[in-house]
């Protein structure tokens, strides 16, 4: 009974064995023996399986049997592994290959969606022609402009990524399970070769060359089936295309009516809908443009902020008037002081633009005393002097014995302490302490003063609504028989006594000495937008000191650490010029400093 069970057995490994070197590429879950099954048919088929010791007692080889068995197992539970692996990745195969075929053909644009898409170009296309045309009237509306540009630019290349992922997922699936497909099918083979063959797994260049050639079989093997696949898919995709087109065609010639008015209908939803977009957009460009030229801060740390600066500037007044008793010594004491004042809204949009957010007055100390020392420079000078005073004497005449009374000069020194304070106003400091950028957000918050006018009443500061004064000049009636000339200075005197702000190019903003003479000039007959002092300079044509007349633009280099034309105005006659300094106002520009800074005249075409 025993012999005959033995025999059996070895019946049933022989032709698990023949199944498991016959299968080519899958294997049927159903002929899967369990790895311990595997173990008991081989232990059977092994030789020497059954010995009989030197003792008599039947059974394996204590040693070598036992491990060779145990190795056995874990190869076939590794070969299992893999099996059931090959089965999995292609499965997941077959489902990427029916979604990529029941993915619907790229539809190209009808007439209505070109229609749209024109419609859209072009109100987005005149949007921003009037935004750039108010662009020329206001300096800081650029920045804001080119931020929602570059927003769009942003929105639309996402989108057309996200699209492009989504449409192309089918594919990139079928092409990764593909991939491991082919490869757990390679290492499936070969382990099956090794399993078969020890001397294949013992051997590095003959498994390299094996796996060399399974990939190449797979390789072609898969473009085979992608090739196939390919067709049907067209095939399918063409006949359904033939009977979709027939379709649509018979209902067109049925109801060309109801065609009409859905067609009408669909136009209209999309002028709306890209109308709706379009407004968002601007929405969103305005909300943007209010929060970049708002201050970020809290009311609370604005007044702190600025009740410091001006304690800074209370105690340097009294160091200016108690001088004398702070630095005694000197015989005699002169001063010459500039005014001590500044604009509070020029120093809180400092403040924004240098730390760019949400600041506290701890935040600002710093900042705060950096900006004094750089607008208040307080210098003293000790001069020496030799002066003589008168000596009374009383002296007896020898002759005569009578006593008399003289004098004599006496030298000695006399200390004068010269005191000059300088105030370089806050408004200049700026364009050296800022880029470009940091600039046109500086004369954002000063055209909107921060979207907060009533933080600093114009009766209790001075700031950019308030007309300062300013030197005063009758210019020649005669002058004015040019219509040209009369116009540019009916022009201009409108705003003299007004601050200077830097980057300023309105009236409501006040203006810089470029934005002044652009916004002068454009009233007054020319159209050439907002322009720098080397803009003008670029514009107009060189003229010489004697062929100068008034209406001509005066130019100047140096007034600041900047390459070109630094400075212009407007030539009045007789050596005088109308500026924006601070405030605007008439100058002569025979002064020491205006000959050291002249560059040319130009007169504008």
Sequence with gaps: MLMKTDEQALHITKQKQLVLKNKVKYRNESVAVKPSVKLRQKRISLPNAVNHNTSGHAGPKPGNNTIYNRKEVKELRHLDKLDKRVVRTENKLDVARKKLTAQKPRKLPGSVSNITKSLKHEIWVKIHSKIHELENDNLALEPVHRAELAAERLGRSTIRVIIRRIKSRPARRVRKWEKKNTKANIKLRFKRMAHENRELDSNAVKRYLRKRQLRKIYKKQAKASAKQAAAGTVKTATSVTRIFGRAVVHFVSRHPAVIFIAILCFLVFFIVQSCMGIMTAAGSGIGG??????????????????????????????????????????????????????????????LCVLHDGAWTLTDVQGTLDMLFYQQYSLEEDIFKEVRYRTIKTLYTDPGTGEIHEGSYEEPYDYFVCVVTLKNFDLSHLPVYIMDEDGLSHYALYMATLGNRPGLFPSHLYTHASTKLSYERYAIPPEYFGDEVFAAIINEAEKYLGMPYVWGGSTPKSSFDCSGFVSWVINHSGWDVGRLTAQGLYDACTPISPANAKPGDLIFFAGTYDTAGVSHVGIYVGDSMMLHCGNPIGYASTDTAYWQSKFYNYGRLP
């Design 289 to 350: 443009f209010v929060g970049m030229s708002t201050y970020p801060s809290s009311d609370k740390d604005i007044y702190a902020a600025e009740a410091v600066y001006a304690g800074m500037e209370t105690c340097l007044q009294y160091i200016i008037e108690n001088y004398a008793m702070l630095h005694a010594g000197f015989d005699e004491y002169k001063f010459n002081s500039d005014v001590i004042k500044h604009d509070p809204y020029v120093l809180i949009s400092i």
